[in-house]
T-cell receptor, first 114, second 116 residues
């Protein structure tokens, strides 16, 4: 009963380094999302995908790229990390269009860029 | 796009007191509505959701919320707070029904503190 799994859970990067965050879901969900959570800002959508091979920009896409080569995986990449990307990143997935099913969230990745 | 307003970024109550967390949304099409809870250093868990059945929705841990279309509100309540309720609570609203995108829009969150 894994649901949505995010790896890694914690990471410290130096400015300019790159990394990839992995999100995997085992619920056969079509839709997947990447959010960042910052104090007082709530959850802000970075990128999302409505199916395998598709991706789209959310509210704060700059500095991030994503890929959805397999239905169960959604990868978030930082090509050149900046301190402003210090945040907690959450992946989520959903099954239904229109949002009826709500999201299932991963447990998050805490990223610090120094 | 939807917008969600949670009134009060911080709410403090005594143990045993009523909990009321406010949420208003903007929508021209009936949406689905959700409350999520986030305990420290954890992800978000679904507390309850409204999907067009009864307007009073019961969730886990004794929480409930009432959908009021005329007020575009979905306030979260619990009659008697417990120390374990201390967490951050997020209200979320979906794209309007009929949308092909399953996106949720989140409020900025309300931090609930429960005093002994």
């Amino acid at each position: 009963n894994a649901g949505v799994t995010q790896t890694p859970k914690f990471r410290v990067l130096k400015t300019g380094q790159s990394m990839t965050l992995l999100c995997a879901q085992d619920m056969n969900h079509e839709y997947m999302y990447w959010y960042r959570q910052d104090p007082g800002m709530g959850l802000r959508l970075i990128h999302y995908s409505v199916g395998e091979g598709t991706t789209a920009k959310g509210e704060v896409p700059d500095g991030y790229n994503v890929s959805r080569l397999k239905k169960q995986n959604f990868l978030l990449g930082l090509e050149s990390a900046a301190p402003s990307q210090t945040s907690v990143y959450f992946c989520a997935s959903s099954s239904a269009g229109g949002g009826e099913g709500g999201y299932t969230f991963g447990s998050g990745t805490r990223l610090t860029v120094v | 796009a939807q917008s969600v307003t949670q009134l009060g970024s911080h709410v403090s109550v005594s143990e045993g007191a009523l909990v009321l967390l406010r949420c208003n949304y903007s929508s021209s099409v009936p949406p689905y509505l959700f409350w999520y809870v986030q305990y420290p250093n954890q992800g978000l868990q679904l507390l309850l959701k409204y999907t067009s059945a009864a307007t009073l929705v019961k969730g886990i841990n004794g929480f409930e919320a009432e959908f009021k279309k005329s007020e575009t509100s979905f306030h979260l309540t619990k009659p008697s707070a417990h120390m374990s309720d201390a967490a951050e609570y997020f209200c979320a609203v979906s794209d309007g029904r009929g949308s092909t995108l399953g996106r949720l829009y989140f409020g900025r969150g309300t931090q609930l503190t429960v005093w002994p």
